[in-house]
């Protein structure tokens, strides 16, 4: 009986990424029809790989050679998938989307046995589960789809780069792939895991017992350069789109409010199965199970709450991309954060209002002066016509702006999205800087900031003059 909401889990973790795919698609969606067909087809990839046996003893060894079958298992149904449902092959975020799905299935599967497992050891007193969802929600099925992602950025690159790189750049990826997947089941390994086992002095919590696994944090940390990865792969298959247009962008407040709502959801169901699963121990009689039983709900609270702040890095560095026609960005081994820039922390991507301003891109609109004093001294028309990337990848755009006497006389600014304080109107009209340019050459030195630039003015954009 309990198994049955872990079943329902290893659906939704599914259903979270498929409906993340199906936001971040804009430029030419997917049937949904189409994206679960994938689904049975990862779940089919998950028993292909189960059929084949290990013929190596070595620990090491076995797990190479466990990650390299269910890479392949992937990839052999991503094959069967696409010769058959060929035509719905027409831009590169189709290769990933589809192969990312596939993964999913296979981490469907993958989840409900791990979950079978998980209760039958508990029941038998040898196992912990507190925090077994947290871990395949995050960590199993979001790095499935990383590994085959990597995969599917082997044909992206095959099909679409204009370097028209040969066949063998697929199995190169794969076996990027391949690597990567290892390097992270070392990580898990209990062998090295052991390594990393240590107490804390914590006393009034019986410091003696208390043992938590601190492997975790390199785990995290290589987790975390993967989605860097992931996300990257994402942003240029998008850049590259047979489909592409700066009128359309994605929503990142959006994509990270249903991501958040949906772990949110998982991270509740996990709370109720733990309180069910230990209810009758917290009113019991015996002294030492009830300090037990507290030290295991502090303890699993600690790693729910690393797991929380994991899964919103990775939600808010997914809902961002930096949409730039045609531009392939190269893959880094990097975190998904930068320190500094005017917060401690800030996560890559363009944010809400930087993509905002896209869906005025390329066509007439006004610039409405936020202070009504020295610089602009009526609203004016303006034209966006490039969007430029300069240090760091701060996110500028390039415009006209008109002169209100002779239409057909204009100067260039660069206008940058505020992404402090107030950065819109009512969510529709983003508020910008506006920037001086002595020499349009400037914006082609990556090396320039916003200090570089005399500040102008203060502003909004709408899409028409009242």
């Known amino acids: 009986m309990i198994l049955i909401p872990y079943i329902l889990v290893s659906v939704l973790i599914a259903w979270i990424w498929i409906d993340y ?19 049975l087809f990862g779940g089919a990839s998950a028993y292909l790989a189960l059929l084949v046996k290990s013929p190596i003893s070595s620990e090491l060894s076995f797990i190479f050679f466990r990650v390299s079958i269910e890479e392949l298992s992937k990839l052999i ?47 038998n007193g040898d196992d912990s589960i507190e925090w077994l969802i947290s871990a395949r929600a995050i960590l199993g099925s979001v790095g499935h789809m990383v590994y085959a992602a990597i995969i599917g950025y082997g044909f992206v690159l095959y099909k679409y780069h204009p370097d028209k790189p040969k066949f063998t750049i697929i199995v190169k990826y794969f076996c990027y792939a391949v690597l990567c ?14 390594l990393f086992n240590y107490g804390l002095d914590l006393k ?50 959006k994509v990270l409010f249903r991501l958040l709502m949906y772990y949110g959801i998982l991270f509740l169901i996990q709370l109720i199965l733990y309180l069910y699963l230990n209810f009758d121990d917290f009113f019991i009689n015996n002294q030492e199970i009830l300090k037990e039983k507290q030290l295991e709900l502090f303890l699993t609270s600690f790693v729910v709450f690393i797991y929380t702040c994991l899964i919103v890095i990775v939600c808010v560095r997914l809902s961002r991309f930096k949409l ?42 006004w610039l409405y002066p936020i202070y009504y004093q020295n610089k602009f001294l009526r609203p004016l ?78 502003g909004y954009i709408k899409p028409k003059r009242n």
């Open 324 to 365: 730039i026609e045609n531009r392939w960005l190269k893959l880094k081994l990097e975190l998904p954060f930068l320190f500094g820039k005017g917060e401690f922390i800030s996560i890559k991507g363009d944010s809400y209002n930087e993509s905002l301003v896209c869906s005025f891109y390329q066509k007439e609109h």
């Open 381 to 458: 028309k303006i034209f966006i016509e490039k969007k430029v990337l300069l240090k760091d990848d701060e996110t500028f755009f390039l415009t006209k702006i008109f002169n209100h006497v002779r239409k057909d006389k204009f100067d260039y600014v660069l206008i940058k999205p505020k992404i402090k304080g107030e950065k819109n109107i009512k969510g529709e009209y983003p508020i910008v800087k506006v920037l001086k340019i002595d020499d349009l050459k400037d914006i082609e030195d990556v090396n320039k900031t916003e200090a570089d630039f005399k500040y102008f003015d203060i």
């Open 77 to 123: 149904l991503f094959l069967g998938f696409f010769y058959l449902f060929k035509k719905e092959f027409n831009e590169p975020v189709d290769y990933i989307i589809f192969i990312c799905i596939v993964a999913l299935g296979f981490s469907a599967l993958e989840n409900y046995l791990m979950f079978q497992k998980g209760i039958s050891n508990y029941q």
């Open 204 to 253: 009034f919590l019986h410091a003696d017992k208390f043992h938590t696994d601190w492997s975790m944090l390199f785990i995290f940390i290589y987790f975390l350069i993967t989605i860097s990865v992931f996300s990257t792969i994402l942003n240029n298959s998008l850049n590259n789109s047979t489909f592409f247009s700066y009128t359309k962008s994605v929503n990142p407040d």
């Open 21 to 39: 795919f199906r936001y971040i698609d804009i430029f030419e969606k997917e049937s949904l029809k189409y994206l679960l067909l994938a689904l």
């Open 181 to 194: 997947h290892f390097i992270y089941n070392i990580l898990t390994y209990n062998g090295f895991r052991e």
